[in-house]
Protein backbone atom coordinates (compact mmCIF):
# COMPACT_ATOMS: atom_id res chain seq x y z
CA UNK A 1 0.00 0.00 0.00
CA UNK A 2 1.12 3.46 -0.69
CA UNK A 3 2.58 5.42 2.14
CA UNK A 4 1.10 9.09 2.73
CA UNK A 5 2.20 12.17 5.00
CA UNK A 6 -0.51 12.85 7.56
CA UNK A 7 0.99 15.03 9.55
CA UNK A 8 -1.65 17.96 8.70
CA UNK A 9 -5.13 17.50 7.24
CA UNK A 10 -6.49 20.91 6.60
CA UNK A 11 -10.14 21.65 6.65
CA UNK A 12 -11.40 23.92 3.89
CA UNK A 13 -14.59 25.46 2.87
CA UNK A 14 -14.96 24.21 -0.74
CA UNK A 15 -17.00 26.50 -1.73
CA UNK A 16 -15.05 29.69 -0.86
CA UNK A 17 -12.68 30.83 -3.29
CA UNK A 18 -10.46 32.85 -0.71
CA UNK A 19 -10.29 29.86 1.60
CA UNK A 20 -9.36 27.60 -1.17
CA UNK A 21 -6.10 29.86 -2.78
CA UNK A 22 -4.94 30.15 1.01
CA UNK A 23 -5.39 26.58 0.99
CA UNK A 24 -3.82 26.06 -1.92
CA UNK A 25 -0.32 27.96 -0.76
CA UNK A 26 -0.06 26.63 2.43
CA UNK A 27 2.10 23.61 3.76
CA UNK A 28 -0.16 21.45 4.62
CA UNK A 29 -0.22 17.68 3.83
CA UNK A 30 -3.64 16.97 2.97
CA UNK A 31 -6.63 19.21 2.10
CA UNK A 32 -10.03 18.32 3.64
CA UNK A 33 -11.87 20.58 0.97
CA UNK A 34 -15.03 20.22 2.79
CA UNK A 35 -18.61 19.54 1.56
CA UNK A 36 -20.36 19.05 4.42
CA UNK A 37 -20.43 21.02 7.53
CA UNK A 38 -19.02 23.90 6.81
CA UNK A 39 -21.03 24.38 3.65
CA UNK A 40 -24.43 25.89 4.03
CA UNK A 41 -26.76 26.24 3.01
CA UNK A 42 -27.61 23.50 1.15
CA UNK A 43 -27.16 25.29 -2.24
CA UNK A 44 -23.83 26.09 -1.60
CA UNK A 45 -22.89 22.13 -1.97
CA UNK A 46 -23.24 22.18 -5.74
CA UNK A 47 -21.29 25.47 -6.17
CA UNK A 48 -18.42 23.62 -3.23
CA UNK A 49 -18.29 20.13 -6.23
CA UNK A 50 -18.22 22.64 -9.07
CA UNK A 51 -15.06 24.76 -7.42
CA UNK A 52 -13.42 21.46 -6.39
CA UNK A 53 -13.56 19.91 -9.79
CA UNK A 54 -12.38 23.35 -11.53
CA UNK A 55 -9.33 23.90 -8.81
CA UNK A 56 -8.10 20.28 -9.31
CA UNK A 57 -8.53 20.29 -12.53
CA UNK A 58 -6.68 23.38 -12.90
CA UNK A 59 -3.57 21.56 -10.93
CA UNK A 60 -3.65 24.24 -7.92
CA UNK A 61 -3.56 21.29 -5.54
CA UNK A 62 -0.91 19.71 -7.18
CA UNK A 63 1.36 19.82 -4.49
CA UNK A 64 -1.00 18.24 -1.89
CA UNK A 65 -2.61 15.12 -1.27
CA UNK A 66 -6.99 15.72 -1.52
CA UNK A 67 -9.70 13.73 -0.06
CA UNK A 68 -12.73 15.98 0.29
CA UNK A 69 -15.06 15.67 2.94
CA UNK A 70 -18.10 14.44 1.74
CA UNK A 71 -21.69 13.77 3.37
CA UNK A 72 -22.90 10.90 4.90
CA UNK A 73 -25.08 8.12 3.29
CA UNK A 74 -28.65 9.46 4.60
CA UNK A 75 -27.86 12.91 3.43
CA UNK A 76 -29.15 12.84 -0.10
CA UNK A 77 -25.95 14.46 -1.69
CA UNK A 78 -23.45 11.04 -1.26
CA UNK A 79 -24.28 10.02 -4.82
CA UNK A 80 -23.89 13.38 -6.13
CA UNK A 81 -20.61 14.18 -3.84
CA UNK A 82 -18.87 11.08 -5.38
CA UNK A 83 -20.12 10.75 -9.09
CA UNK A 84 -18.98 14.32 -9.47
CA UNK A 85 -15.57 14.16 -7.64
CA UNK A 86 -13.80 10.98 -8.58
CA UNK A 87 -11.50 12.76 -10.74
CA UNK A 88 -7.78 12.78 -11.62
CA UNK A 89 -6.16 14.88 -8.70
CA UNK A 90 -8.60 13.28 -5.91
CA UNK A 91 -6.78 10.91 -3.95
CA UNK A 92 -10.07 10.00 -1.93
CA UNK A 93 -12.90 11.17 0.29
CA UNK A 94 -13.14 11.87 3.97
CA UNK A 95 -16.59 9.96 4.95
CA UNK A 96 -18.09 11.51 8.18
CA UNK A 97 -20.51 10.12 10.98
CA UNK A 98 -19.27 6.20 10.09
CA UNK A 99 -20.97 4.83 12.99
CA UNK A 100 -20.08 1.54 11.91
CA UNK A 101 -18.31 -0.93 9.30
CA UNK A 102 -21.53 -1.29 7.22
CA UNK A 103 -21.14 2.76 6.61
CA UNK A 104 -17.26 2.11 4.98
CA UNK A 105 -18.65 -1.69 3.25
CA UNK A 106 -21.64 0.62 1.54
CA UNK A 107 -19.16 3.63 0.34
CA UNK A 108 -16.62 1.21 -0.79
CA UNK A 109 -19.40 -0.70 -3.01
CA UNK A 110 -20.45 2.79 -4.37
CA UNK A 111 -17.31 3.76 -4.80
CA UNK A 112 -16.63 0.24 -7.16
CA UNK A 113 -19.66 1.00 -9.35
CA UNK A 114 -18.50 4.28 -10.14
CA UNK A 115 -14.72 3.34 -10.63
CA UNK A 116 -16.06 0.43 -13.06
CA UNK A 117 -18.82 2.22 -15.21
CA UNK A 118 -15.84 5.29 -15.53
CA UNK A 119 -13.09 3.01 -16.39
CA UNK A 120 -11.09 3.73 -13.79
CA UNK A 121 -9.04 1.15 -11.59
CA UNK A 122 -10.90 -0.55 -9.10
CA UNK A 123 -9.55 0.65 -5.19
CA UNK A 124 -8.15 4.08 -6.54
CA UNK A 125 -9.93 6.40 -4.63
CA UNK A 126 -9.05 5.71 -1.14
CA UNK A 127 -11.17 6.59 2.29
CA UNK A 128 -10.33 8.55 5.56
CA UNK A 129 -13.88 7.72 8.26
CA UNK A 130 -14.30 10.24 10.51
CA UNK A 131 -15.30 8.85 14.33
CA UNK A 132 -17.47 11.27 15.54
CA UNK A 133 -20.01 8.92 17.75
CA UNK A 134 -19.73 6.80 20.94
CA UNK A 135 -20.66 3.52 18.68
CA UNK A 136 -17.77 5.09 16.04
CA UNK A 137 -15.27 4.57 18.62
CA UNK A 138 -16.49 1.67 19.79
CA UNK A 139 -16.83 -0.20 16.20
CA UNK A 140 -13.48 2.01 14.89
CA UNK A 141 -11.32 -1.20 14.64
CA UNK A 142 -14.24 -2.84 12.55
CA UNK A 143 -14.54 0.29 10.48
CA UNK A 144 -10.72 0.61 9.73
CA UNK A 145 -11.42 -3.59 8.60
CA UNK A 146 -14.12 -2.55 6.29
CA UNK A 147 -12.68 -1.78 3.46
CA UNK A 148 -9.03 -1.95 1.75
CA UNK A 149 -9.63 1.76 0.56
CA UNK A 150 -9.17 2.79 4.68
CA UNK A 151 -5.95 4.42 4.57
CA UNK A 152 -6.54 6.57 7.83
CA UNK A 153 -9.37 7.21 10.26
CA UNK A 154 -9.88 10.48 12.31
CA UNK A 155 -11.40 11.74 15.61
CA UNK A 156 -14.20 14.30 15.38
CA UNK A 157 -14.33 15.30 19.23
CA UNK A 158 -17.06 18.21 19.39
CA UNK A 159 -19.64 15.87 17.51
CA UNK A 160 -17.96 12.94 20.30
CA UNK A 161 -18.64 14.62 23.08
CA UNK A 162 -22.16 15.60 21.79
CA UNK A 163 -23.39 12.13 21.54
CA UNK A 164 -22.24 11.44 24.71
CA UNK A 165 -24.08 13.96 26.27
CA UNK A 166 -20.55 14.73 28.22
CA UNK A 167 -18.46 17.99 28.56
CA UNK A 168 -15.55 18.75 26.93
CA UNK A 169 -13.14 19.86 29.55
CA UNK A 170 -10.32 22.44 29.27
CA UNK A 171 -7.90 19.80 30.24
CA UNK A 172 -9.77 17.12 27.67
CA UNK A 173 -9.81 14.47 30.16
CA UNK A 174 -13.26 13.97 28.92
CA UNK A 175 -11.83 12.99 25.31
CA UNK A 176 -8.54 10.81 26.47
CA UNK A 177 -9.89 7.49 26.23
CA UNK A 178 -11.83 7.65 23.15
CA UNK A 179 -8.50 9.35 21.60
CA UNK A 180 -6.43 6.52 22.95
CA UNK A 181 -9.35 3.82 21.68
CA UNK A 182 -8.99 5.35 18.06
CA UNK A 183 -5.63 5.30 18.10
CA UNK A 184 -5.15 1.85 18.89
CA UNK A 185 -7.69 0.59 16.74
CA UNK A 186 -5.77 2.13 13.46
CA UNK A 187 -2.65 0.69 14.39
CA UNK A 188 -3.82 -2.38 14.94
CA UNK A 189 -5.21 -2.70 11.58
CA UNK A 190 -2.34 -0.93 9.53
CA UNK A 191 -4.31 2.37 9.11
CA UNK A 192 -3.07 6.05 10.13
CA UNK A 193 -4.50 7.77 13.43
CA UNK A 194 -5.00 11.51 13.08
CA UNK A 195 -6.37 13.11 16.55
CA UNK A 196 -8.89 15.36 16.53
CA UNK A 197 -9.09 19.51 15.52
CA UNK A 198 -7.54 21.66 18.20
CA UNK A 199 -10.59 23.87 18.91
CA UNK A 200 -9.34 27.04 20.34
CA UNK A 201 -6.98 27.86 17.16
CA UNK A 202 -5.46 30.85 18.87
CA UNK A 203 -4.03 29.47 21.63
CA UNK A 204 -0.88 27.74 20.60
CA UNK A 205 0.15 27.25 23.73
CA UNK A 206 -2.93 24.84 24.32
CA UNK A 207 -2.26 23.58 20.92
CA UNK A 208 1.15 22.47 21.77
CA UNK A 209 -0.39 20.60 24.67
CA UNK A 210 -2.61 18.67 22.96
CA UNK A 211 -0.02 17.47 20.31
CA UNK A 212 2.21 16.20 23.10
CA UNK A 213 -0.37 13.96 24.28
CA UNK A 214 -1.28 12.95 20.98
CA UNK A 215 2.50 12.17 19.99
CA UNK A 216 2.30 9.49 23.26
CA UNK A 217 -0.99 7.95 22.20
CA UNK A 218 0.81 7.09 18.52
CA UNK A 219 -0.85 9.26 16.70
CA UNK A 220 0.47 10.09 13.14
CA UNK A 221 -1.33 14.07 12.77
CA UNK A 222 -4.21 15.99 13.28
CA UNK A 223 -7.07 17.46 12.24
CA UNK A 224 -6.72 21.33 11.06
CA UNK A 225 -8.64 24.36 11.27
CA UNK A 226 -6.11 27.51 10.53
CA UNK A 227 -3.24 27.18 9.11
CA UNK A 228 -1.48 29.14 11.82
CA UNK A 229 -1.78 25.65 13.46
CA UNK A 230 1.00 24.24 11.04
CA UNK A 231 4.11 24.84 12.10
CA UNK A 232 3.83 23.61 15.48
CA UNK A 233 1.93 20.56 14.16
CA UNK A 234 4.32 19.70 11.61
CA UNK A 235 7.56 20.08 14.69
CA UNK A 236 5.20 17.19 16.31
CA UNK A 237 4.50 14.93 13.90
CA UNK A 238 8.24 14.87 12.29
CA UNK A 239 11.18 13.55 13.48
CA UNK A 240 13.84 16.20 14.55
CA UNK A 241 17.97 15.81 14.14
CA UNK A 242 18.10 14.44 17.88
CA UNK A 243 15.51 11.94 16.81
CA UNK A 244 17.12 11.05 13.00
CA UNK A 245 20.90 11.07 14.18
CA UNK A 246 19.80 8.46 16.90
CA UNK A 247 17.97 6.08 15.03
CA UNK A 248 20.89 6.00 12.55
CA UNK A 249 23.34 4.99 15.45
CA UNK A 250 20.68 2.33 16.31
CA UNK A 251 20.68 1.01 12.98
CA UNK A 252 24.63 0.69 12.81
CA UNK A 253 25.18 -0.53 16.68
CA UNK A 254 22.48 -3.40 16.03
CA UNK A 255 23.73 -4.50 12.49
CA UNK A 256 27.31 -4.37 14.13
CA UNK A 257 25.73 -6.63 16.85
CA UNK A 258 24.43 -9.17 14.44
CA UNK A 259 27.40 -9.55 12.80
CA UNK A 260 29.19 -10.30 15.89
CA UNK A 261 26.97 -13.10 16.74
CA UNK A 262 24.91 -10.78 19.32
CA UNK A 263 20.99 -10.56 19.93
CA UNK A 264 21.13 -7.24 20.94
CA UNK A 265 23.16 -4.35 20.92
CA UNK A 266 23.49 -1.82 23.67
CA UNK A 267 23.54 2.25 23.25
CA UNK A 268 23.93 3.84 26.78
CA UNK A 269 22.14 1.99 29.10
CA UNK A 270 19.45 0.86 26.75
CA UNK A 271 19.95 -2.25 25.13
CA UNK A 272 18.70 -2.15 21.33
CA UNK A 273 16.49 -5.20 20.59
CA UNK A 274 13.92 -5.64 17.64
CA UNK A 275 11.15 -3.37 18.62
CA UNK A 276 13.54 -0.22 18.92
CA UNK A 277 15.24 -1.51 15.23
CA UNK A 278 11.56 -1.53 13.94
CA UNK A 279 10.88 2.02 15.45
CA UNK A 280 14.17 3.24 14.11
CA UNK A 281 13.22 2.39 10.82
CA UNK A 282 10.08 4.06 10.85
CA UNK A 283 11.70 7.21 12.01
CA UNK A 284 14.06 7.55 9.10
CA UNK A 285 11.16 6.34 6.98
CA UNK A 286 8.79 9.18 8.05
CA UNK A 287 12.07 11.58 8.04
CA UNK A 288 12.48 10.84 4.26
CA UNK A 289 9.05 11.34 3.81
CA UNK A 290 8.94 15.18 4.98
CA UNK A 291 12.26 15.84 3.57
CA UNK A 292 10.77 14.68 -0.60
CA UNK A 293 7.22 16.11 0.22
CA UNK A 294 6.45 18.35 -2.87
CA UNK A 295 7.11 22.49 -1.73
CA UNK A 296 4.39 24.74 -3.14
CA UNK A 297 5.88 26.88 -5.61
Not at 1 to 30: E, G, I, T
Not at 233 to 239: A, K, M, R, V
Request: proline residues 4%; negative net charge.
Amino acid sequence: MMKYLMRSLMFVPAHNDRLLSAASRSDADVLLLDIEDSVQPVENKQIARDKIIQWVTEGKFKYHKVFPRINDRESGQLLRDVHQLTIDGVDGFMYPKAKSGEDIYFIDKLLDTIEYEKGIEIGTFKLIPLIETAAAVLNAQDICKASKRVVAIAFGCEDFVTDLQGIHDDEHESIFTPRAMIAMAARATGVIPVDTVHIKVHDLEDLEVNLKTAKKLGFEGMLILNPKELTLTHQYFSPDEQEVEDAREMLVLYEEAQKQGKGVAVKGNKFIGPPMVLAAKKTLEKYDMVKNKPKCS
